[in-house]
């Protein structure tokens, strides 16, 4: 909680050596300016200071701009297979498709994926799009990490909640991102739809209460231990503080996204779409 009344809801440490400590939150509807913005600070404990918990953050990457592009970088479904290659240690080159240039239109980008969307996979001469079918190649290439596994059963359970993003969580998340992110980033356009966010709220809670049902039951989306699913599922919430879900009821999804920030391979990830720090 800060000072002036502002809360952090989802937050994690982006980088952290004994030089450097760079942590990134999203922060409640209540703070003003522009609820919107994700800030990044750099803390400095004070030596000696009489309160040893206290510490002042001065804040950087700040503009309308930089705190969108921050959420950009973070696009889930790009994220999802950024986070699960870290996971999976698979050596890979990131090329950045810059939505806000168009760069998914040229005729390059069409024709690896004729739907000029992002991500798509290159490997040699293969090219895969779509992003948890990306994430079932990686996981192919580890077949020993558990994350996609081997029986029959567990594997469509975890194809299962795979098909049920794409089918029903992604769309829902999907249009807060556009209403409150998206629009304004891509198109300067700043007012969002309320109409559409009234339906999407709608849409939302009727999947949010499928989610937090089954994690309220158990650690992971399929069961005691990580796997694919969790990675297509959990990347849409890097974008629920700055795209405003409604995700107040559901302390479930609260508690496993925040088994997720702590991953290693999701920390370093993040990291990797953190903002450029400042000269
Ligand atoms: N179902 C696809 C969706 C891909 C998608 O919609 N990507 C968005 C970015 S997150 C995109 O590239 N949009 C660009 C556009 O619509 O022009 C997947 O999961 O890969």
Redesign the pocket.
Known sequence: MGEDGSQANVGGVLVSDPQRLVVSWDLNSEWKPDARMISQGEVKFIVGAPDPMRFELEHRSFENMGAEAGAFMR????F?VMATARLLDIDHTLRV?D?RK?E??SPEYAALNP??????LEDGDYVL??????LQYLASKRPDSGVWPEDARARLDVTRWQFW??AHW?SAC?VF?FEYV?KRL?RGDSEPDMAAIAKGTEAFHRVAKVLDGQLQEQRFVTGKTLTLADFSLGSALNLAGVARYPLHPYGAIKRWHGELMALPAWQQTLAACALPTAA
């Open positions: 696009a889930p479904r790009a999802k498709v939505l168009g998914q239109m739907n000029m969307r992002m991500p798509t799009w779509e992003s948890n079918a990306i993003d794409l992604d999907a991102a998206a891509l």
